[in-house]
């Protein structure tokens, strides 16, 4: 399989469950990201790895909690969420960060929380 | 801190129709790069363009970073070209900002 990948592609969760979206990068970068798109709102870039080292944090809410075991995955640990962080989730990878480089996405997973 | 202005908003054109949609951005800027996202919600990489004018296919970029703008031209358009387009710039600090979008329908 090519490309950046996500799982899963729909989640709806309630406010107490704990959940994680995974992506997976077959492009041999080095740096991924985690952007969240909420309705009639641009784009918000939310984390940021280098190598596997958190290099940005957009003063995200604790209950969003990434993880980078290695170069190619990238998790994001969900815990107490709102109903308002119902939105789409992209990961990005680029080859390198820091130094801007072009960013591929995967699709996406679509989160509801109830 | 920098802005980044999309227009038009909307757009609503008949397919075969051509159209230019555009992104200004408020300060200097290290990269910039278009995206597509089709009505399902994937965003596509159309373009990295810190500067210059590339092609690919029946769409087109140009940067003018002196002018801290750049456009997107989309010729032909098929009804497969909806979706929402965005640019993105990269501040001086890394900091990458999306713009808010045009959003483009395309009618058969």
């Known amino acids: 399989e090519t490309g950046v990948t996500q799982t899963p592609r729909h989640l709806v969760m309630g406010m107490t469950n704990k959940k994680s979206l995974k992506c997976e990068q077959h492009l041999g970068h080095n740096a991924m990201y985690w952007y969240k798109q909420s309705a009639k709102k641009p784009l918000e870039l939310m984390f940021v790895y280098s190598l596997e080292e958190r290099v940005e944090n957009n003063s995200v809410p604790s209950r969003f909690s990434p993880e980078c075991p290695n170069s190619s995955h990238l998790f994001l640990h969900l815990h107490t969420l709102q109903p308002e962080d119902s939105a789409l989730y992209l990961c990005?990878?680029?080859?390198?960060?820091?130094?801007?480089?072009?960013?591929?996405f995967g699709p996406g997973t679509r989160l509801t929380v109830l | 801190g920098i802005q980044v202005e999309q227009s038009p908003p909307d757009l609503i054109l008949q397919e075969g129709a051509n159209s230019t949609l555009r992104c200004n951005f408020s300060?200097?800027?290290?990269?910039l790069q278009w995206f597509h996202q089709n009505p399902w919600g994937q965003l596509i990489n159309l373009f990295y363009i810190p500067s210059g004018t590339k092609q690919n296919g029946r769409l087109s970029a140009t940067t003018v970073a002196t002018e801290r703008y750049s456009l997107l031209y989309i010729s032909s358009s098929q009804t497969t070209d909806s979706g929402v387009y965005f640019c993105a710039v990269e501040r001086r600090d890394d900091k990458i900002i999306f713009g808010k979008g045009t959003r483009l329908h395309i009618l058969p």
């Open positions: 990005a990878s680029s080859l390198i960060a820091g130094g801007y480089n072009e960013q591929f």
């Open positions: 300060d200097s800027v290290n990269n």
